[in-house]
């Protein structure tokens, strides 16, 4: 109930804001400044590929990931992985279950 979308970490710059992120939300395509936004949880929304390249970097900081891109999962080494990695840092690996 009382979450703010901080930041939003976009593959592609736009001309326009999108509609989900007011004036605070810091919305880049740069990891980086992603990263030293203040955010508690990262959604993840961009795809399996995402998951493979930026997962370990939010967990390791200490941060909760929400994945909706379950598929990358059937790589059980990946999931062992980010389980662990998630377990060491103090992390939440959370996996979205059911339609999105």
Request: charged fraction near 20%; charge should be negative; hydrophobic fraction near 50%.
């Given at each position: 109930?009382n ?14 804001r999108p ?6 939300c810091l ?6 400044a992603?990263?030293?936004?203040d ?6 929304a ?7 390249e ?6 390791a900081?200490?941060?909760?990931l929400?994945v ?10 990946l ?19 059911g339609?999105?």
């Amino acid at each position: 109930p009382n979450a703010v979308l901080a930041a939003a970490l976009v593959q592609r710059p736009r001309p326009e804001r999108p509609a989900c992120c007011d004036s605070t939300c810091l919305v880049t395509t740069d990891l980086e400044a992603f990263m030293d936004t203040d955010w508690n949880i990262c959604v993840e929304a961009a795809g399996q590929p995402w998951i493979r390249e930026n997962a370990h970097r939010v967990l390791a900081a200490g941060r909760d990931l929400l994945v909706t891109s379950v598929g990358a999962f059937t790589d059980d080494a990946l999931h062992a992985d980010l389980a662990a990695l998630a377990a060491r840092s103090g992390a939440r690996l959370l996996i979205a279950a059911g339609a999105m």
